[in-house]
């Protein structure tokens, strides 16, 4: 390398940016990762499951040194009302094997273990260094970064922002039209310490297996959802919050947490438990919506920089979808470098990738269902209309007969005071939008 | 028999001052003691009622690798055969290598009990003790404040000066003086109530919180040493072997961990409180009253609690 | 030539090195080297008896600009007085050496004493307080003594320094150094007849203290001082309380115990 410092600089050593580097190394290019933190993810946090499928292609047979604490066997997804649950599980031992499906793990870990295959393949991670702003060239075009420190300015031909929700480096390379408060969601969460044996016989678990249950309702009439996960000797309980409806009810998110882990159907699960760890985190969350443009002259964006995370209330995938745009963009940097071309024109393969995969089609199928799932009509009215259907079908009002699903339904949302019409075309939207 | 290994005191006298632990340590020795540096004397007599065999040596050269080599000596000629127990005090701790060195003896730095077959040993800042066989005459080095010290009524004290000659050589490292504590540190260390605070507390501003609360209650405020190298108190505020050495009948202890370089520097209060998240650390153990809470949201509401509510 | 030892210290264990480092005594160590050596317009030589993972210290140290660095390769849990041998052996042509105060693992304190007298130079241990002089040939340096006095040291000649984590701000590295530092070559040798002794660690539990003995001259009088549990309470109450309520709770006892009215 003549004038660069380096073939290619990724921005961040999250799942994105690892995997972007791990990617660049691969293809035999020089690449620098440069990392706030003092080690890869350190400052990281999430809900807690991964779904990994992705690394067979980077890291093939990684089950096998991956920092996993539990596999998830079981997935539930709980509807909550003032003090009642209905609760949809669904359990298979076949996740608890390899290939595997998903796993709880911390970040701090995996972020880790992650960083140090690209480290392990050749690129150069610098930690404790802070990106402060983007070099161009005398034609605008993207060619390095400045840093914190002294004598701090790396060039290379191509960036790569995998920095995160709220990218700076995307805003400041102009790939974000409008940046509104309301495509976010606030993740909050607690990691709570429960004994290894507890935690198993609370979940129905053994060995190295876990649950992820997904919550709609009980986030105190803030619109959002919640989740438990299982770790080997903690279990992370959170809530995901719509914005603007927050700051709107003026509640905070801590007491909201309280007002989940009171709930009837939750508190037997987390008795006695201490709290280790709280922590907050800003997801991306209106999908399609508030994506950016993907690359520019000299730089590409990938993770949550480029909202890529699916993030609607009780969905939470974004480890992945970073994982594969940071691989993707990789990928089609090393292309660009080859054929000598890193002009937007020349990058635009990493957009075509991530139509042809999952990143993009998941987005578009499910493009709807955000918007759907935290609307104010699921939010706050379907929980308790589902949860006294299920109520009145399992009561025995004896003498009374059995009144029937279709009177108890039209009664209940009668009391629920739900349109039909809006019933139906949520139904019908619920029905298109999961595909 | 008696099973304990037989130990002398190497004590390091300044003008006639013994440091903090040296009165420990001779009684850790049963008495037995050398005292070299200036102005012996005066320190044997401060020594009565805990010791009763006293060697001394004046020198004349207080630099610690002659020190050492003369203390070794004097060892040699008085009780060869005698393990070797030296106050961790600064000026113990320069000592206690060369000692070792010149007697040709393993050093055990850090001890906080002699047995019988072991030595005790505080480790990772305090926080664990890591027992070392023994297997023949060792050095080591006592930390201050740990075990009190036996007065005993009425004992004879024996004195033997000794006269060892050491080379006086030229020195690259000269002592040019002594600066005795300063206002805020006696402040403290006469405190009969002391308010701390140690790494369980998150900020800067807590400190002036605590400072406040410590105020209302009519007592001083004191740190740990975790929170003088974070820059959020002077050094005249740290409680322990290596800051000031206090001595209150309250101390009350917001996220303070307990490490015995800390409490070595506590004295005997008759009350102690500590708020703590972890219910099994030292600190927790030591207290009367032992509060398992978020030390920031406790000192929040005590601050709430005790100033009065300006009227609106 | 000005030498700084750094001690590689890992908390979790070889296999996790993510909160390994030096401690913050070590980084003021070598920050003061780096500024004693620009002094002098002298090198800076930076030694660390330790494992592989070691290196990254010294890769930190030469990004911040030491010029060479040596690791004698061992396991950790060597001795002080061996360490400070094999360091001996590395520093003898130092004119200056720095180390931090405490190692955050063992905390002996020790190697710097033993060090300086395997040397042969004098020691000016435990320091809170640093001036260097323009050219590097004179060194005022301010040492803790016990209750809270304090000594003033001169430094005019070869000696081995040990400081507290609070006496300089390590420098930030370039970042190309940083880079760099990634391929610089480090001299590796072996440490011969390591004497390593992992001694099992067991928590901390303070020693029964002696309690001075009661003044009073009546025998019954002295029994009831020393048993007399208003004046030495002993056990200790464990309560598990909300803020507010634990706040009430430390007035109650200051209440019963008469500090408050
Ligand atoms: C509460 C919550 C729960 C979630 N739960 C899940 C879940 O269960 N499963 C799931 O798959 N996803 C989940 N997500 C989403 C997931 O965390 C993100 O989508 C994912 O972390 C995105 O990865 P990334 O690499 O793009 O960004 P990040 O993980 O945010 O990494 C960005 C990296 O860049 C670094 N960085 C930032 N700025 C700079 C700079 N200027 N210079 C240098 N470095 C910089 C950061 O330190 C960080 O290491 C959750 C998110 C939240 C908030
Ligand atoms: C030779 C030597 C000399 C030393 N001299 C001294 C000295 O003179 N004085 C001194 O103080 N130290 C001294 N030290 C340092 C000493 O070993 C300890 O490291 C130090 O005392 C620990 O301070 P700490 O209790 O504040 O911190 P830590 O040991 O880190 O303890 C913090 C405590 O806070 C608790 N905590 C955390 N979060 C919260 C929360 N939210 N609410 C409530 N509690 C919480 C934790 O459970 C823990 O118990 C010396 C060390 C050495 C090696
Ligand atoms: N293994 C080691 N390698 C290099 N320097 C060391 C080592 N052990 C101790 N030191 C130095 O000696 C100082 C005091 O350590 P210790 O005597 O272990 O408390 C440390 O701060 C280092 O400067």
Known sequence: ?????????????????????????????????????????????????????????????????????????????????????????????????????????????????????????????????????????????????????????????????????NSFLAKEAGLYTATDAANFTVGVKETL??????????????????????????????????????????????????????????????????????????????????????????????????????????????GDAAALCLAAGIWLEGVNFAMASGMYAGRAAAAAIDQGDVSAKGLAGYTKLLEESFVLADHRKLKDIPGLVLSDRVQQKYP?????????????????PKPGLRRIVREERKRAGIKLGDLLRDGWKGMRGFG | MNAVPALIAVVPVRDGILPAGGLESISEARGIALLIGSDCPAAVESARGVARRVFTVEATDQSPAILGRVAAEAIRRSLPDHSVVVPASPDGRDLAPHLALALGRPLHSGAIEIRADEVRLARQGGLAIAPVRVEGPFVATLQPGIRGVDFVADTTLEHAPLSISAPTTGHSVVSVEVRPPDASTMDLAEAPRIVGGGAGLDSDARFAMLAEVAASLDASMGVTRVITDRGWATHERQIGTTGVVVD????????????????????????????????????????????????????????????????? | ???????????????????????????????????????????????????????????????????????????????????????????????????????????????????????????????????????????????????????????????????????????????????TADAASITVRPLESPDISAADLVPYRPRARVLPAPASANALDRVRALTDTGAAPSRTETVVLEPAAAARRILDALRDWGYLT
């Open chain 3, 1 to 179: 030539m000005i030498a700084v030892c750094l001690k590689w210290v890992q908390p979790h264990g070889a296999a996790d090195d993510r909160f390994a480092g030096i401690s913050a005594a070590d980084q003021s160590a070598l920050e003061l080297a780096l500024r004693t050596a620009e002094a002098r317009g002298d090198e800076v030589l930076a030694v660390t008896v330790g494992p592989v993972g070691a290196e990254r210290a010294l890769r930190d140290a030469l990004a911040c600009g030491a010029t060479r660095a040596v690791r004698i390769a061992t396991e950790p849990g060597v001795s002080s007085l061996r360490t400070a041998t094999a360091l001996a052996a590395e520093v003898d042509a130092a004119d200056v050496v720095w180390c931090g105060d405490y190692s955050a693992d063992r905390g002996s304190g020790s190697v710097p004493a033993f060090l300086a007298a395997r040397l042969g130079i004098d020691q000016a241990l435990g320091l809170i307080d640093i001036e260097i002089n323009g050219n590097g040939s004179h060194i005022r340096a301010v040492r803790r003594l016990d209750g809270g006095r304090r000594e003033v040291l001169s430094v005019t000649g070869r000696a081995v320094l040990s400081v507290e984590g609070s006496t300089a701000r390590l420098r930030r590295a370039p970042l190309r150094s940083v880079i």
């Open chain 2, 248 to 312: 209150p009948r309250l101390y009350i202890a917001f996220g303070i961990s307990g490490a015995v370089q800390h409490t070595s520097g506590l004295g005997q209060p008759a009350h102690i409180i500590s708020v703590n998240t972890d219910p099994h650390c030292p600190m927790m153990q030591m207290a009367d009253l032992a509060i398992v809470a978020d030390a920031n949201e406790v000192l929040v509401a005590l601050a709430h609690e005790v100033t009065p509510v300006s009227p609106s």
């Open chain 1, 384 to 400: 308790g209309f589902v949860t006294s259907v299920i109520e009145r079908v399992f009561r025995v009002d004896n003498p009374n």
């Open chain 1, 193 to 302: 310490a429960l004994p290894r044996s507890v935690i198993e016989e609370r979940f129905g678990v053994r060995d190295d297996h876990g649950v992820d249950i997904e919550i709609l309702g009980g986030t105190s009439g803030v619109n959002g959802g919640g989740f438990i996960y299982t770790n080997l000797e903690t279990v992370s309980l959170g809530v995901v919050l719509k914005l603007p409806k927050l700051t709107a009810q003026s509640k905070r998110p801590e007491e909201i947490i309280a007002g989940l882990k009171r709930h009837p159907a939750i508190a037997p699960l987390i008795e006695g438990a201490t709290v280790q760890e709280y922590s907050a985190h800003v997801i991306p969350e209106a999908g399609l919506s508030m994506m950016p443009t993907m690359v520019t002259d000299g730089m590409l964006v990938a």
């Open chain 1, 1 to 165: 390398m003549s004038r660069f410092d380096a073939d290619a600089i990724v921005v961040g050593a999250g799942p994105a940016g690892s995997c972007a580097a791990l990617a660049l190394a691969r293809a035999g290019k020089n690449v620098i990762l440069v990392e706030r933190g003092p080690f890869a993810g350190s400052k990281n946090m999430y809900g807690g499951v991964v779904y990994p499928r992705i690394l067979d292609e980077l890291v093939p047979n990684w089950w096998e040194t991956a920092p996993v604490q539990r596999w998830v066997v079981r997935r539930s997804t709980m509807i909550l009302a003032d003090d009642n649950a209905f609760t949809i599980d669904y359990r298979t031992p076949s996740w608890g094997r390899p290939p595997y499906n998903g796993a709880t793990a911390y970040r701090p870990d995996f972020d880790h273990w992650l960083s140090r295959q690209a480290v392990a393949a050749g690129a150069t991670l610098v930690t404790s260094t802070t990106v402060t702003g983007l070099l161009r060239d005398p034609a605008g075009r993207v060619n390095g970064v400045r840093t914190d420190r002294p004598d701090g300015d790396l060039s290379a031909p191509i960036v790569i922002a995998c920095d995160g929700v």
